[in-house]
Each structure stands twice: as C-alpha cells, then as structure tokens.
T-cell receptor, first 115, second 114 residues
C-alpha cells in the first residue's frame, strides 16, 4: 500500500527566503507525482507534474525534482512571497493500473511567508 | 474555459439524513474523481468514473455511492449520514494528453453533519 509523507508539517519563513519542501513515498512503482497548492477552504491547484521518467519540472519560481529509486521528491520555492502562503500537497499516481484519478496524497506542508 | 464546478458550496445536514453532491467537469473531460478531505485523515480517494462507468473505488463503506451521466457530470450520494462524514468533498476532472493526465479540482462542497 502506497504511503506518502511530507516534511515538515509546517514552515514559517520571512519573505525572500528560498525554501525546500520534502515528500517521500514508500512504493517506487509510480506513474507520476504531482505537487498541489491549497488555500484555506478551497480546492487544489496543480503546480507541477513529474512523469516517472522525468527528473524535474520547473514553473517560474518553482522547481520540483523526483528521485524515484529513493522514493523522494522535493519542491523548491525561490524568493518566497507572502502570496505563497498555503498548504502544499504532494500526491503520487501508482503505475500499473487503468485508473488515472486515484492519487495518494501526503498530509501536506503548511507554509507561512511573513513580510 | 470554465473550471470544475461543484454544488452546493456548503451543506448542513443532521445524522441519518442523506445528501447528494454534484460535480460538473471541465468541458471535454471524461474522467471524474471524488475525494474526501478531513483534518485527521487528509485527502482520501472515494471513486473515479469514466464514460459513465466506475473505474476505481476507494476504501469507503457502501453508504458512499456515485454515478456519472452521459454529459460527464457526476453526483455522489451519502446515505445515513454520520458525524464523521463531515468533510470537504472535492471533485476532480481530467483529460489524458499523451502520457500526461493532470487532475483539475473544484472548490469543493463543505458538508457539516450535526
């Protein structure tokens, strides 16, 4: 059974800092890994999707890496801003099935960026 | 293009009642998935529908059911509500493009069971 763990559970940083969020998963047989952002009481916004054959993806100030063999992914946020404050969720899609909607989520990292 | 639309946004029910939640996917998306989010358990997969057929189901009791219509709109139903069913219910739709299948989530329905 796939299990996803995110560290740290919460993080508070001053504006402008570069930061790293960590995600680990127990079963390396994944199809892809996604990072999402969730604002309080809202739905999820997809930030980055990394296919199992890829090593990293970049979008603006965000960079996500994937090391499938060690079961780890990191989300790097450069030059953090108060608007980045949210919960960041990591989710994996297991390989080998025909269902593409069944993601296994971590518990999330609550990020607070203070001015 | 409109995003995933979930209705209602908020719902208050009492124990023993039943509830139906609705999800309209992004136009052209044929796959719809449902998730339950609680502070204690986080996000848990309920079920996935594709072309009106349930493609996968999570580990939830039979009180939780769903269906998908020919226009890809989906509903989920919870019967005999329990206090523990209080949660944010999220719907996601997806469209496979090449090897990539990205999920797009709605804003959710916040269900409170009293």
């Amino acid at each position: 059974k796939q299990e996803v763990t995110q560290i740290p559970a919460a993080l508070s940083v001053p504006e402008g800092e570069n930061l790293v969020l960590n995600c680990s998963f127990t079963d390396s047989a994944i199809y892809n890994l996604q990072w999402f952002r969730q604002d309080p009481g809202k739905g999820l916004t997809s930030l980055l999707l990394i296919q199992s054959s890829q090593r990293e993806q970049t979008s603006g100030r965000l960079n996500a890496s994937l090391d499938k063999s060690s079961g780890r992914s990191t989300l790097y946020i450069a030059a953090s801003q108060p608007g980045d404050s949210a919960t960041y969720l990591c989710a994996v899609l297991n390989a080998g099935g025909t269902s593409y909607g069944k993601l296994t989520f971590g518990q999330g990292t609550i990020l607070t960026v203070h001015p | 293009k409109a995003g995933v639309t979930q209705t209602p946004r908020y719902l208050i029910k009492t124990r023993g009642q039943q509830v139906t939640l609705s999800c309209s996917p992004i136009s052209g998306h044929r796959s719809v998935s449902w998730y339950q989010q609680t502070p204690g358990q986080g996000l848990q997969f309920l079920f996935e529908y594709f072309s009106e057929t349930q493609r996968n189901k999570g580990n939830f009791p039979g009180r939780f059911s769903g269906r998908q219509f020919s226009n890809s709109r989906s509903e989920m139903n919870v019967s005999t509500l329990e206090l523990g069913d209080s949660a944010l219910y999220l719907c996601a739709s997806s469209l496979r493009q090449g090897v990539e299948e990205k999920l797009f989530f709605g804003s959710g329905t916040q269900l409170s069971v009293l």
